[in-house]
């Protein structure tokens, strides 16, 4: 069955520095993957999104993620992090017209 | 554009009371519309898919009988808890998609927080 991992649960970044949020996918053809970001107590907001194509993606709030197929990977990056993009990242596949959701990553960000 | 509304945003009920939850697409028609659990410090986990005027289909785990999900019309999913117990207490998110997109674009509501005391 696919699957999406996460290898981090926890990152702690400080203002101003760089930020990459790891996803693994596993699935034989291409995916469509997806990145959402979560605030406490609130729904998700899409990022970005993957289909086909150019494998450097461009979302909302300055991210990009990157798609490589030879490492099977979906990570996140946003190049300076801003105090607001505290909260919980959860990257997901579709399979088979449903989200698969990874485990999630909590970045928290120091001044 | 694409916001999808959940209500109530929370809700404490007692055991063995049933709690029903909106779900509504503000701006667009939802052919399809999911449910989620979501527990503290976890993924989401979804429960089920309903499309417009027919039965929802159940992940495998999720009881029929305890969350009835009714899709009634293009803007408007319902999730009625039945007889909640505590253990029924979480974050439940709701997203949508119209036609042609099935979950390939997905608008999420803001959740519902359900506590059963």
């Known amino acids: 069955a696919q699957s999406v991992t996460q290898p981090d649960i926890h990152i702690t970044v400080s203002e101003g520095a760089s930020l990459e949020l790891r996803c693994n996918y596993s699935?034989?053809?291409?995916?469509?993957l997806f990145w959402y970001v979560q605030s406490p107590g609130q729904g998700l907001q899409l990022l970005l999104k993957y289909f086909s194509g150019d494998t450097l993606v461009q979302g909302i709030k300055g991210f990009e993620a990157e798609f490589k197929r030879s490492q099977s990977s979906f990570n996140l990056r946003k190049p300076s992090v801003h105090w607001s993009d505290a909260a919980e990242y959860f990257c997901?596949?579709?399979?088979?017209?449903?989200?698969?959701f990874g485990a999630g990553t909590q970045v928290v960000v120091t001044p | 554009g694409a916001v999808v509304s959940q209500h109530p945003s929370w809700v404490i009920c007692k055991s063995g009371t049933s709690v029903k939850i909106e779900c509504r697409s503000l701006?667009?028609?939802?052919?399809?519309m999911f449910w989620y659990r979501q527990f503290p410090k976890q993924s989401l986990m979804l429960m089920a898919t309903s499309n417009e005027g027919s039965k929802a289909t159940y992940e495998q785990g999720v009881e029929k009988d305890k969350f009835l999900i009714n899709h009634a019309s293009l803007t408007l999913s319902t999730l009625t808890v039945t007889s909640a117990h505590p253990e029924d207490s979480s974050f439940y998110i709701c997203?949508?998609?119209?036609?042609?997109?099935?979950?390939?674009?997905?608008?999420f509501g803001p959740g519902t927080r359900l506590t059963v005391t």
């Open positions: 997203s949508a998609a119209s036609a042609g997109q099935g979950a390939y674009e997905q608008y």
């Open positions: 997901a596949s579709d399979s088979w017209g449903k989200l698969q």
């Open positions: 701006d667009f028609q939802a052919t399809t």
């Open positions: 699935y034989g053809a291409t995916p469509y």
